[in-house]
């Protein structure tokens, strides 16, 4: 079978396409021909070795990917042939609170090899259903940045009807917490590079944008927008160079889910913020398959749809992810690898 592979060295100059064997399942596993996987910052910074530049090589990239299901394991109940699943980032992370262990050794893309090949085998328990009304490309968006999304504003914390939640940026996670959010019926401001983009976040629903290029010290336009008060959510994605403003436009009791660091990952601040305004500053690492159902549910009754920026073909696979690097797309980026 074709799959990508990071082999002696980091680095997109160093990925690969080769040929390896396809594996049988074991008694407790599915394999799964993968149809479709998506893109996330997590995927390109594993391939360029700054996730974790230990990691042992060969290794083929990407957490997120659906398929259909063309062989069980003996001890394999609840799924059949021809059923369509996503396999989830954190492996063996079925609820409650995450180990160290499930963390740093049974996620997808790094340190187990990831969904960018033609087949795949994984323990039954580690893959969940997709609903029938989303295409291959919406599906496979799902395990890592929808989630994480949901964890955030559901899971981690209780979105309120008419909270307003700040989204930062038009990546994946940032436009699926939006589509969240308006669905639970809260206000969104949504913040972005371009009138283009902000034209897009209004289309998807957002009540408020900012053009952060144009308003760097978007903190004002936070309390005009907000009558003072501040936003009850901040989808928090900058990391060291936005989070000083976020402690400025979260409100009494509020809370920031830390979600990324795209524009670096230590910062100086001040905790009296933290401290006088009774912030929850949380850490959002994916999910568990629980919240995950929870979510397919959620969607499902809303008919919430995932926004794809651009489909490339399993050849074109370092095009899709210098794309990702660009920074310039709205909503995620999918490769197809079978019709």
């Not at 990071?6 to 160093?14: D, N, V």
């Not at 976020?246 to 933290?274: D, F, Q, W, Y």
């Amino acid at each position: 079978m074709k799959t990508w592979e990071i082999q002696e060295q980091f680095g997109l100059e160093h990925l690969r396409r080769v040929e390896r064997d396809m594996a049988e399942p074991a008694d407790n596993e599915v394999l799964v021909k993968i149809t479709a996987v998506s893109l996330n910052y997590r995927d390109l910074m594993m391939v360029e070795g700054r996730y974790n530049p230990k990691l042992s090589l060969p290794l083929v990239p990407v957490s997120d990917g659906v398929g259909r299901i063309v062989a069980c394991g003996k001890s394999v109940r609840q799924f059949k042939t021809g059923d369509r699943v996503c396999g989830m980032l954190v492996q063996g992370w079925e609820q409650g609170k995450p180990s160290k262990v499930l963390m740093r050794q049974h996620t997808l893309g790094g340190p187990l090899d990831g969904m960018l090949q033609e087949y795949r085998t994984l323990p039954a328990e580690g893959v969940a259903k997709v609903p029938d009304y989303l295409s291959d490309e919406q599906a496979c968006t799902l395990p890592c940045a929808a989630l994480t999304a949901w964890s955030a504003l559901h899971n981690l914390s209780t979105l309120s009807e008419n909270d307003t939640v700040l989204c930062q940026g038009s990546g994946g996670v940032s436009v699926f917490a939006l589509l969240f959010a308006v669905a639970a019926g809260a206000r969104v401001i949504a913040m972005s590079s371009s009138a283009e983009k902000e034209q897009q976040l209004h289309a998807l629903g957002a009540k408020s944008t900012i053009n952060y290029r144009l308003e760097p010290n978007w903190v004002s336009k936070i309390k005009e927008l907000t009558g003072g008060e501040g936003v009850d959510h901040i989808i928090e994605v900058g990391g060291s160079q936005t989070i000083e403003n976020s402690l400025a436009s979260i409100k009494e009791g509020g809370t920031i889910s830390i979600i990324g660091v795209l524009s670096g990952s230590k910062a100086s601040h001040s905790l009296i913020p933290i401290l006088m305004k009774q912030v929850t500053l949380q850490g959002v690492f994916v999910g568990h398959k629980k919240s995950f159902l929870d979510m397919l549910d959620f969607m499902e009754q809303k008919k919430i749809e995932p926004v794809i920026d651009t489909v490339y073909s399993f050849d074109k696979s370092i095009e899709a992810f210098h794309h990702l690097k660009k920074a310039t797309h709205f909503g995620k980026i999918v490769v197809r690898i079978h019709e």
